[in-house]
């Protein structure tokens, strides 16, 4: 069974460009989460999204915004890059949402220069 | 407010050693969930370990053991007989009933030299 999968692995932008960070989830799962990993403060939840509906949201920006599709897969679009939004994007996903164990994708490591 | 807590930044120890990596926890939920994750250097977070707050039976599986205390909010995990491949950053990782929402700790760096 395939795993997570996350396009791009690796993506280097400059200031004030945006960019978009897809996540293909685990066949038969419907729930996606992001998170943000960077050193300075960890493992951050971004959103989740089960059924295209976004259910919860972290404490970030409006910049980050995301989506999912009717096949489940998810993207999440940053607008106005900045510096400090250089970080591993992180998806983990689902068969539902509530109780299953959620299973993370490789990551996208993004740079912004 | 929910917080989980890893005091410990690293930790090295000589293969076949054991060790345990330490994780307390704060909720107000009655019903929750704690989760361990491994975090190689390729980066991708690999399931450990699920439990739920409702059972607090302590297991074994393989080399891995945890030992979840409600009293004390604490969800510890040891590695039996460590090895080199066991090296990694280490979450401990607190969830929400209903909601895919995980708070995680700092991490804990584990190196384990041969």
């Known amino acids: ?30 729930s996606v989460s992001w998170y943000q990993q960077t050193p ?42 900045e510096l400090g939004d250089s970080a591993l994007y992180l998806c983990a996903t689902r068969l539902a949402g509530g109780t299953d164990t959620q299973y993370f994708g490789p990551g996208t490591r993004l740079t912004v220069l | 407010a929910q ?3 890893q005091a410990q930044t690293e930790i090295s120890v000589v293969e076949k050693e054991d060790v345990t990596l330490d994780c307390v926890y704060e909720t107000r939920d009655t019903t929750y969930y704690l989760f361990w994750y491994k975090q190689p250097p390729s980066g991708e977070l690999v399931f450990l370990i699920r439990r739920n ?8 599986s393989g080399r891995y053991s945890w030992n979840f205390q409600k009293s004390t909010s604490s969800f510890n995990f040891t590695i039996t007989a460590s090895q080199v491949v066991d090296s990694a950053v280490y979450f401990c990782a607190l969830g929400g009933y209903n909601t895919d929402k995980l708070i995680f700790g700092t991490g804990t760096r584990l190196q384990v030299f041969p």
Request: proline content about 4%; hydrophobic content about 25%; overall charge positive.
């Open chain 1, 1 to 30: 069974k395939a795993g997570v999968t996350q396009t791009p692995r690796y993506l280097i932008k400059t200031r004030g460009q945006q960019v978009t960070l897809s996540c293909s989830p685990i066949s038969g799962h419907r």
């Open chain 1, 40 to 81: 300075g403060q960890g493992l951050q939840f971004l959103f989740e999204y089960f059924s295209e509906t976004q259910r919860n949201k972290g404490n970030f920006p409006g910049r980050f915004s995301g989506r999912q599709f009717s096949n489940s897969r998810s993207e999440m679009n940053v607008s106005t890059l």
């Open chain 2, 3 to 5: 917080k989980v807590t």
């Open chain 2, 53 to 60: 707050s409702f059972d607090e039976q302590n297991e074994i």
